[in-house]
Nanobody
Framework: QVQLVESGGGFVQVGGSLRLSCAASGRDFEINAMGWYRQGPGKQRELVATITSGGTTDYADSVKGRVTISRDNAKNTVYLQMNSLKPEDTAVYYC?????????????WGQGTQVTVSS
């Protein structure tokens, strides 16, 4: 069983920065694409950013220029550096990973970490 554990959420003022981390743990697995999603109050979950195993990144238009996704394959960890935060960035942020365990491909989610941006 592969588990994802997020950390780094919290309260920050408008214009501030936060760095989220998500570490995958388990046995005999391979991680392909990883990403961050978020779900704001009363909203549907939406994509924030993704990164492939080779390092190709993609971002939602709403965060381009303010957010950077990166990963450390040796540590099975993905990061989300968020700068110039806005109140509309307030959400629960979820880590996602496309994982292969042997011949089986599974999609794993973390438990979520709350980010609150106060004005």
């Amino acid at each position: 069983q592969v588990q994802l554990v997020e950390s780094g959420g919290g309260f920050v003022q408008v214009g501030g920065s936060l760095r989220l981390s998500c570490a995958a743990s388990g046995r005999d697995f391979e991680i392909n694409a990883m990403g961050w999603y978020r779900q704001g109050p009363g909203k549907q979950r939406e994509l924030v950013a993704t990164i492939t195993s080779g390092g190709t990144t993609d971002y939602a238009d709403s965060v381009k220029g303010r957010v950077t996704i990166s990963r450390d394959n040796a540590k099975n960890t993905v990061y989300l550096q968020m700068n110039s935060l806005k109140p509309e960035d307030t959400a629960v942020y979820y880590c996602n990973a496309h994982v292969r365990v042997g011949a089986v491909a599974v999609n794993r989610w973390g438990q979520g970490t709350q980010v609150t941006v106060s004005s």
